[in-house]
């Protein structure tokens, strides 16, 4: 199993950045998918989930900044962060759970958000 995510940058306050993941290995449209990320000193958090069915939700923090998708066909989920802030700088990952025995990580893309 590979989820390889792309799209990280540095790039300045009010910009936007659209990250994708990219997997192999099993079968996607089963899967729920994520994104969390991590600042430097801070725990991990959930930044965006997508269930198989295409319910999503959000962490307080980027509600109608981002949004999560996910292209079956292409094996491919995508988080596009719009307006992004300082406070967005972090390592994101990207995920895929069916169960807590297939629960599997990416292997993260820096966000730098600085002016």
């Known amino acids: 199993v590979q989820l390889v995510a792309s799209g990280g940058a540095m790039v300045h306050p009010g910009e936007s950045l659209r990250l994708s993941c990219a997997v192999s290995?099993?079968?996607?449209?089963?899967?729920?998918m994520g994104w969390y990320r991590q600042a430097p000193g801070k725990q991990r958090e959930l930044v965006a989930r997508i269930s198989r069915g295409g319910s999503t939700n959000y962490a307080d923090s980027v509600k109608g900044r981002f949004t999560i998708s996910r292209d079956n066909a292409k094996n491919t989920v995508y988080l596009q962060m719009n307006n992004l802030i300082p406070e967005d700088t972090a390592v994101y990952y990207c995920?895929?759970?069916?169960?807590?025995?297939?629960?599997?990580w990416g292997q993260g893309t820096q966000v730098t958000v600085s002016s």
């Open positions: 995920t895929a759970r069916y169960s807590d025995k297939y629960d599997y």
């Open positions: 290995g099993l079968t996607f449209s089963i899967y729920d």
